[in-house]
């Protein structure tokens, strides 16, 4: 059984937002497929302080409850997010969750997990939440499989037709990519080699003063920090998990 998380910015429990993520959802086979969804009222999280400790330490000090949304995305094999368009943004509720998991994007913490990010608006704006929120996943290492916005004007959301259509290509997506392997892509490259610098120089200040950064440490301890290319590390990653797995099965027979 495959595991999608739907984080929804909205608080609207029966709003567009949501009901747009459904129609995709609902598309799935409920056989193969079982779905969580979360809105912000969920989940009690304060805003970020700035402190720091994220990216010191790989993990947040606050003490709420972050950390158990954390390990919902992080268990799924499909991430959804989407966001109504705010003043031509995203949501204040989903903006604060994804200060909170600042340091995903500095260690790409996804991990080649598909990625579909969806909006819904008025009449306008919707690319400055699905080109920002996008790019925000491919910093944190997920693989964006899709990406559309659903708009009143014109009336596409009760368009049942146009609904039906956009909503069964993201979900015979959904189906692909749940199966196959954590992928990278031309964007998450360009993190990672960037990234890699940064890190390798995190290493060496940690050697000179002693002092060890959560970041560098989890790149090391994943293996990253070994290889030249997302799409590499992933593939290595990928093989381990099968010989684990064939070397278990062997142990049974």
Not at 49 to 71: M, P, T, W, Y
Not at 105 to 123: E, I
């Amino acid at each position: 059984m495959k595991k999608v998380f739907v984080l929804i910015g909205s608080r609207h429990k029966k709003g567009n937002t949501i009901k747009f993520a459904k129609s995709i959802i609902e598309k799935l086979d409920k056989n193969e497929f079982e779905t969580e969804y979360a809105i912000p009222q969920d989940y009690k999280i304060r805003p970020c302080v700035g402190c720091h400790d994220c990216f010191i330490n790989a993990r947040c000090s606050l003490g709420d409850k972050i950390e158990l949304l954390q390990k919902k995305i992080l268990r799924a094999d499909v991430f959804v997010i989407a966001s109504p368009v705010y003043l031509h943004y995203m949501t204040a509720d989903l903006k604060l969750i994804l200060d909170r998991l600042s340091w995903w994007s500095h260690t790409l913490r996804l991990q080649g997990k598909p990625v579909v990010v969806l909006s819904t608006c008025s009449s306008n704006g919707f690319t400055t939440v699905l080109e920002p929120l996008s790019e925000i996943m491919n910093f944190m290492g997920g693989n964006v499989i899709a990406t559309a916005n659903a708009a009143q004007l014109p009336n596409q959301i009760n368009n049942k037709e146009w609904l039906n259509e956009v909503s069964l290509e993201i979900s015979n997506r959904i189906t692909e990519f749940a199966y196959l392997a954590p992928q990278s892509n031309s964007y998450i490259e360009k993190v990672f080699s960037n990234t890699k610098i940064a890190m390798i120089q995190q290493e060496e200040f940690s050697k000179r003063s002693n002092m060890e950064l959560g970041e560098s440490k989890y790149w090391r301890e994943t293996g990253m920090l070994e290889f030249d290319s997302f799409k590499e590390y992933l593939e290595a990653k990928n093989n381990e998990v099968k010989k684990t797995y064939e070397n278990s099965i062997s142990a049974t027979k």
